[in-house]
């Protein structure tokens, strides 16, 4: 199994709050250099061409830096693109045939809501799970209901596993986010379309690393 | 080249005016018994595992039959299907990619809708075109304006690969259209939702290949 490292501060671009394509890279190049661990991919709205030349874009900028790029839904455009890896949700591409798509070597990511859907997890295909929406968040407009703090422990008890968590979440979460075992923590709003997305992330990420270093974590 | 037979009547199914999965899989039954010659499955606001299990239902009934199964837009569905095909619009994965993704064997089709984007066309990667919106059509609301019979002649002038006419096709229209030079037509409300779609299929097969015969045509 891979380091989960990666998976400490894992951000999700939101085309909206980084206002488009251009913003999504640059909140990318401050947000990796604030501490962001992994760059996700999202833009349900966005037609193919569109993900493609955003996730060209992205790719120059990770690449160098080891920062794994992960492509949201669409195993085509993670094909295309030769990216890291690729997050599906329950009712995307089964694990499967996502797998058997994009290869033995990238990593596949996959959502989950609940502690039934973190036991039906095949480890031997996925190599993360993103577990949420931990609050109610409205950067997902088709998001599961929130699993609260009991949810959320209840599920990460029986991962098989890394694990980030996502949905709502902030700052003061973290310490209770690496305390109930989460590898990392998934974050959108926190820093898509923050005022200084660099500071933002750099404070998350220094909060995460303290959390993780507690006894008992 | 491939015998373009099978665009004689391209049938695109559409969720809405089908009545959801199950009414998709028996309206190409009907279609297909009718006489169309191939299918597209296109959901644009479906999630993937429902093309996925929509388009195992299609492609049960028809690689049977020998009637070509194509996937709108998703070449990872295309290819976890093991589909005949896939269709690409001007926004989605360019042709290139989508070429490279599915492979040499698969049919690949892309939508032009002017003379212009007729001539870019690259036959070495496409085998066939999507001539349209011809007429104004309901079934797609990201279409580009209609081209109308001057906008569809002056396109096919210079096709460099068997072209099917598509948008607002109804049968009256049939015999202009294969005048035009057109290898077939495309119909989504011609067919779905009609309410016998074998009949109506039959009848614009029969139609077009009466036009077809016409001298000169």
């Given at each position: 199994?891979?380091?989960?490292?990666?998976?400490?501060?894992?951000?999700?671009?939101?085309p909206?709050?980084?206002?488009?394509e251009?913003?999504?890279?640059?909140?990318?190049?401050?947000?990796?250099?604030?501490?962001?661990?992994?760059?996700?991919?999202?833009a349900p709205q966005w037609e193919k061409s569109r993900w493609l030349s955003c996730g060209?874009?992205?790719?120059?900028?990770?690449?160098?830096?080891?920062?794994?790029?992960?492509?949201?839904d669409h195993?085509d455009v993670?094909?295309a693109?030769?990216?890291?890896?690729?997050?599906?949700?329950?009712?995307?591409?089964?694990?499967?045939?996502?797998?058997?798509?994009?290869?033995?070597?990238?990593?596949?990511?996959?959502?989950?809501?609940?502690?039934?859907?973190?036991?039906?997890?095949?480890?031997?295909?996925?190599?993360?799970?993103?577990?949420?929406?931990?609050?109610?968040?409205?950067?997902?407009?088709?998001?599961?209901?929130?699993?609260?703090?009991?949810?959320?422990?209840?599920?990460?008890?029986?991962?098989?596993?890394?694990?980030?968590?996502?949905?709502?979440?902030?700052?003061?979460?973290?310490?209770?986010?690496?305390?109930?075992?989460?590898?990392?923590?998934?974050?959108?709003?926190?820093?898509?379309?923050?005022?200084?997305?660099?500071?933002?992330?750099?404070?998350?990420?220094?909060?995460?690393?303290?959390?993780?270093?507690?006894?008992?974590?």
């Amino acid at each position: 199994m891979r380091n989960p490292d990666y998976l400490s501060l894992y951000l999700v671009l939101d085309p909206e709050l980084c206002g488009g394509e251009r913003g999504m890279v640059e909140t990318a190049r401050l947000a990796v250099a604030g501490g962001a661990s992994c760059v996700q991919l999202r833009a349900p709205q966005w037609e193919k061409s569109r993900w493609l030349s955003c996730g060209r874009a992205l790719k120059e900028l990770l690449a160098p830096l080891g920062v794994p790029l992960i492509v949201n839904d669409h195993a085509d455009v993670c094909l295309a693109l030769d990216a890291d890896g690729l997050h599906i949700g329950q009712q995307d591409l089964p694990a499967a045939e996502a797998r058997a798509l994009i290869g033995p070597h990238r990593l596949l990511g996959l959502s989950v809501s609940s502690e039934q859907e973190m036991r039906a997890v095949d480890a031997s295909l996925v190599d993360y799970v993103g577990v949420g929406p931990v609050f109610a968040t409205p950067t997902k407009v088709d998001a599961a209901p929130a699993m609260g703090w009991g949810g959320l422990a209840r599920a990460l008890a029986v991962k098989p596993c890394p694990a980030v968590a996502i949905g709502g979440i902030k700052l003061p979460m973290l310490p209770q986010i690496a305390a109930s075992g989460a590898d990392g923590a998934a974050v959108v709003s926190a820093v898509c379309g923050q005022p200084d997305p660099r500071a933002a992330a750099a404070e998350l990420r220094r909060c995460w690393d303290a959390a993780r270093q507690q006894p008992g974590t």
